[in-house]
């Protein structure tokens, strides 16, 4: 017999918990312990009826039913309700003056194409040019030079290539740089725009009956890796955005927004190859030791 007590209303977590104590897995043990614990207490808190909990489990069977190679509705539900983020902001601190992180999302392809440092990673020519610095540097100050800084991004309209398979060029707004011996690195791109969460599912249904809207804030995806440092996964957030302080996925960190400025300069544009004026924006990004 797992349990100390017969279950009842009074004793329902201990008993169910107590079911869970033989479990060989420590760690396993904890989580759902807990997990119970916080269950039972949210169930007793808002005295859920049998209607309500035949909803939700409506609810997650269609969220799982969603879901397939390309779309994670999971995930996108736990966006939804800041747990990506709160996990991600958990294990992952800013230490030594690190660069804070944010979600990945569901848009990163496992091999953005490798571009020379100063290409352009907009192939269609559409929205406000845009010139992308940085550099990498480690907590102690130095550069990392060869660090891989692969980016990606909607464009001007709000879509990943990836969502206008049809009219898009595929890799559009996605490269993978090489810093150079510096740690530095720059891009060409456009000003990218803030955009809608997929929301034709039960996710977007969830949004829709509790008066929330999908958009994210205009963002810039950015990935950091070098050996011996911790990969670091973040977003450059253009300054002024709408949505910066009501993202949907609740992504958006103050030391991340930057201001994307104008300039005008027609040698610095001609150097880069970009129209002038331009738009600029630098993003320094310090990583953690591994
Ligand atoms: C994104 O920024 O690409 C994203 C993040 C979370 C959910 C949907 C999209
Ligand atoms: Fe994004």
Redesign the pocket.
Same mark, same amino acid.
């Given at each position: 017999m797992f349990a100390s007590a017969m279950f009842d209303e009074e004793h329902s977590a201990d008993v169910v918990a107590a079911s869970f104590a033989g479990a060989p897995d420590e760690r396993l043990r904890q989580i759902m312990a807990s997990l119970v614990r916080h269950a039972h207490a949210f169930v007793k808190d808002v005295g859920l009826t049998g209607e309500e909990w035949a909803a939700a489990v409506r609810f997650l069977t269609e969220t799982g039913q969603m879901c397939d190679a390309t779309r994670q509705e999971f995930?996108?539900l736990s966006?939804v309700l800041g747990i990506?983020m709160l996990v991600e902001t958990l294990n992952n601190r800013s230490v030594g003056g690190s660069t804070e992180t944010t979600?990945?999302?569901?848009? #990163?392809l496992v091999a953005s194409p490798p571009r020379a440092l100063g290409d352009t990673i907009d192939l269609v020519g559409s929205g406000e040019p845009c010139l992308v610095t940085g550099s990498v540097t480690d907590t102690a100050g130095a550069p990392v030079p060869g660090a891989r800084v692969d980016v990606w991004q909607?464009d001007a309209d709000g879509f990943?290539d990836v969502q206008r398979p049809d009219t898009v060029p595929a890799q559009n707004l996605r490269g993978l740089f090489t810093a150079d011996a510096e740690g530095r690195f720059w891009f060409r791109t456009v000003v990218p725009r803030h955009y809608p969460?997929?929301s034709d599912g039960p996710v977007g249904r969830l949004l829709g009956a509790t008066g929330r809207h999908p958009y994210?804030a205009a963002?810039i995806?950015v990935e950091v890796s070098a050996p011996g440092v911790r990969t670091l996964t973040t #977003?450059v957030f253009v300054a002024g955005s709408p949505y910066l302080d009501s993202d949907?996925?609740f992504?958006v960190k103050e030391s991340l927004v930057r201001a994307f400025c104008t300039v005008d300069d027609p040698d610095r544009a001609a150097r880069h190859g970009l129209p002038n004026p331009f738009r600029h924006v630098d993003f320094p990004i310090v990583v953690r030791p591994a």
């Open positions: 995930i996108l966006d990506s979600v990945q999302g569901p848009f #990163h909607a990943y969460i997929p994210r963002h995806h #977003h949907a996925v992504g």
